[in-house]
């Protein structure tokens, strides 16, 4: 687990919660007259749920979703408010639904047997809230085009569920021109008439800046949330949410023909600097930065050289002449933010998120509780 005493930790992971208030707002009114939701799943993308979830709370959002059942039920212990809405997308096993009832939890019912198994449920117990999941072009979660022909002909099935939402998930929102977000857009539409009149959500991060007809009743944002660009190759509009610093630990001098780190894949040239920093890939620092990724000292930009380790890196400081013993490194900050590490890595600003490891000090800041 992280220390609570930024002095004793070699790393340090700061998470403004200001500038993740300021991005649900600015998606709330993107999105407007559509409802704002926040997607809080994965420990709210690594940054933490019990800071984040208030956090959002605070800044008007009412409407949660997690993946999994357990991520439903903690996100209630911390907010208990009646008003608050909490849908799991992973939907409904079976024996589940005594905790979905017990923790007042919405089920995204992705296919017919959640659905009679849940409006059994609330045959027995009053009818109880859930989502529909719709697949319009994912084929992963939801229900298929012929289930959704069994449902649409006996609306009888839904007797005991409560219907909240109506929902679907792009696959390729974050790539505005695609046409399979036409077609996605024309299928859900297609279905929405078919089933009970209820709230429709299809966008999430990347849809909500594919323009109002995506938007419906209720966008539900994720990533773009915690300052990843919604759109690849554009501006980004959010602010950035965290910033991560490494503690130089050890500097040494080496020449030619000196390698460093495991494998010997770097080998220096000629006299050079190395910088030992206490941060790895058992921290979340992924391995595929190694001889790729970049770090900062001030405004100088300063190389990973050699092999991520689970608990080191070692950069090339030598264009950085004033760096010293202690001192701490940018490693995703307002230099080089969680998706420039992501390219750097061969990856996307989801992974960086979530991926942020446990032995950070983490302090929160901005937060007006």
Known sequence: MGSNDPTAAPTRLTIDLAALSANYRLLADRAKPARCAAVVKADAYGLGVAAAAPCLYDAGCRVFFVAHLVEGIELRALLDDPAVEIFVFNGLLPGEEDLFLQHRLCPALNDLGQIERWSAFGGRNGPQPAAIHLDTGMSRLGLPPQELDILAADPSKLDGVALRCIMSHLACADTPNHPLNREQ?????????????????????????????????????????????????????????????????????????????????????????????????????????????????????????????????????????????????????????????????????????????????????????
């Open 185 to 369: 857009l024309h299928a859900f539409r297609a279905a929405l008439p078919r089933l009970p009149n209820t709230a429709a959500s299809l966008a999430a991060s990347s849809g909500i800046f594919l323009g109002p007809d995506y938007h419906f009743d209720l966008v539900r944002p994720g990533v773009a949330l915690y300052g990843v660009a919604p759109v690849a190759g554009e501006p980004n509009p959010m602010q950035q949410v965290i910033n991560l610093q490494g503690k130089i630990i050890q500097i040494r001098d080496v020449d030619a023909p000196r390698t460093v780190g495991y494998g010997a894949t770097h080998q220096f040239a000629g006299p050079s600097r190395v910088a030992t920093v206490a941060a790895g890939y058992a921290d979340g620092y992924l391995r595929s930065l190694s001889g790729r990724g970049t770090a900062f000292i001030d405004d100088i930009a300063v190389p990973i050289v050699g092999r991520v380790s689970m608990d080191l890196i070692t950069l090339d400081i030598t264009k950085a002449p004033r760096a010293k013993l202690g001192d701490f490194v940018e490693l995703i900050g307002p230099h080089h933010d969680a998706d420039a590490v992501a390219r750097e890595a061969g990856t996307i600003g989801y992974e960086i998120l979530t991926a942020l490891g446990r032995r950070y000090a983490r302090h929160y800041t901005g937060n007006g509780r």
